[in-house]
């Protein structure tokens, strides 16, 4: 019985983790989507730091993560609304 409360609480933790996983995921391709389209030179100048660090984190996930994280919002997204 012991083993069975065991493995129903690693289930639990299992799809709490991968549903915060899915939440990750669409936030960074949020992010990528957003650094991707966003003009540098037309945000204020307080941000400049915080909008580095961003680029700079997201150029930090393998190419494989970034890739479903773009997935995960629909990366053709921009490119469907700019015709």
Do not use: K, Y
């Amino acid at each position: 019985m012991p083993h069975q409360q065991e493995l129903s609480m690693l289930r639990s933790e299992l799809d709490m983790l991968m549903t915060e996983r899915q939440q990750l995921l669409r936030i960074c391709g949020a992010a990528a989507m957003f650094v991707a389209e966003v003009e540098s030179e037309h945000l204020p100048e307080p941000v400049w730091n915080v909008a580095e660090l961003l680029a700079e984190s997201l150029n930090e996930l393998s190419g494989e993560t970034l890739q479903e994280a773009l997935e995960s919002v629909g990366a053709g997204l921009l490119a469907d609304d700019s015709d």
